[in-house]
């Protein structure tokens, strides 16, 4: 039987954030894997073939923050789409590989879903 749920990665390091996307992502109907930085999202990626979309923050600690992991992702797994996601950076359009989404925060949960159903081509 294939998968047809989608899967989401949420990338963000400040965990209540993160659980609260996870919650929101998942009630929509989508199956969520999480990561708290950059490292954890790749060593996830490397582990699973299922993941469509990773949805980052832009600022983390750790080797890389959002924006280079979004052209890493791209780079080496050009299928996945990348919703970016900050409260402090201005992205401009060449700051992304072509075909991301970027989302300031505060953002709303339907916004997010909205997104992320158009990425995955999930309806809900």
């Known amino acids: 039987m294939a998968h047809l749920v989608p899967v989401i990665l949420i990338v963000e390091d400040e965990y209540l954030l ?10 929509a109907g989508f199956e969520v ?7 954890q999202a790749i060593a996830i990626l490397e582990a699973r073939s299922d993941i469509h979309v990773v949805f980052t923050d832009v600022q983390m600690p750790g080797s890389m923050d959002g924006l280079k992991l979004a052209s890493f992702v791209r780079d080496r797994w050009p299928p996945i789409k990348i919703l970016a996601t900050s409260g402090f950076v201005r992205v ?18 339907p916004e997010v879903v909205a997104t ?5 081509h999930h309806g809900g």
């Open 92 to 109: 401009g359009p060449g700051d992304l590989p072509s075909g991301s989404e970027f989302m300031a925060k505060p953002y709303r949960g």
């Open 18 to 27: 993160r659980m609260d996307a996870a919650d929101m992502i998942e009630q």
């Open 33 to 39: 894997v999480q990561a708290g930085n950059a490292d």
């Open 116 to 120: 992320l159903r158009r990425l995955t």
